[in-house]
């Protein structure tokens, strides 16, 4: 790799103490693909797509210059009323190594506008757990619309929803419910930017809408915990939340929705994580 093709750009960000991270700006080279440049830079393909608004994946352009957190890692920034507790918690991940990764204490103050940088190491460090089903919660929020007949908020008739709504800041992480492949990543009318995945066990269907940025492609497996994108208003939406989906395969071959709460941990248990330890200590909570 020539060194003129990356630039080094450091981000200062100063809560009491100074934090510097960097971000790479590598130009794409022929030959060049979206999985060779996150092996060589060691980060995932989806934290590429989440810096970058790449038009087509699969075909980079040549000359076109591609953001690279170094080391791996994502970046939220505070909205009014948050905390580096609630931050820790979109991304499920403990306050602790959140704190250390950006020389912060437990009484640092955070302002609106402020960047804060999550390594991809703690994200969802402690390994989900859903209790007795299938399927994890895809965002940390609260519920504004269940699964179900009610009046749109936008049209004003009743209809039915076909989902739950998560309520989350703008530029929340929303993460993959579950393994599968994703299907479609793309904008679809009142759904705005949305993802969808078909899971491994070629029934059960799960879209994540009203996204602000889509950090993944069509063709590309995912796991549960993997980012997809993040919390937006985009379509027909009053807010920033995800619109969370779950439709199982007919024997006619078309996808029917499911009620979401039939497949998830209980409300109490969407931040419920085990962590993987010798002595088998947990963690969780709501």
Request: net charge neutral; glycine share 10%; charged share 20%.
């Amino acid at each position: 790799m020539k060194l003129k093709h990356i630039m080094l750009l450091v981000f200062i960000i100063a809560v009491a103490h100074l934090y510097a991270y960097m971000l790479l700006t590598y130009e794409v080279q022929p030959g060049d693909t979206l999985y060779e440049i996150a092996r060589r830079f060691d980060v995932h393909i989806s934290t590429i797509l989440d810096f970058n608004d790449i038009e087509n994946p699969r075909l980079l352009r040549v000359g076109e210059q591609l953001i690279i957190p170094q080391p791996d890692g994502l970046l939220y920034e505070v909205k009014k009323g948050d905390t580096l507790t609630y931050i820790a918690k979109l991304f499920f991940t403990p306050l602790e190594p959140l704190l250390k990764a950006n020389n912060l204490t437990r009484d640092s103050w955070v302002f609106p506008g402020q960047k804060i940088f999550i390594p991809a190491s703690i994200i969802n460090v402690f390994a989900y757990e859903p209790i007795e089903k299938p399927l994890r919660w895809p965002v940390y929020g609260y519920i504004s619309s269940y699964y179900g007949m009610r009046i749109h908020p936008i049209t004003g008739q009743r209809k039915f929803h076909t989902g739950l709504d998560i309520a989350a800041p703008e530029g929340a992480p929303i993460f993959a419910a579950g393994r599968g492949t994703v299907v479609f990543a793309g904008f679809d009318k009142g759904y705005g930017y949305m993802v969808e995945i078909m899971h491994d066990d070629g029934e059960t269907v799960t879209r994540y809408a009203h996204m602000s940025h889509i950090s993944v492609y069509v063709g590309q497996h995912v796991y549960a915990g993997d980012l997809l994108g993040r919390v937006g208003s985009t379509g027909l939406a009053t807010g920033p939340h995800v619109h969370f989906e779950v439709r199982r395969l007919a024997a006619d071959g078309k996808s029917y929705p499911r009620d979401p709460i039939a497949f998830l941990p209980t409300r109490d248990l969407i931040y419920y994580v085990r962590e993987y330890k010798h002595d088998g200590t947990q963690s969780g909570g709501k």
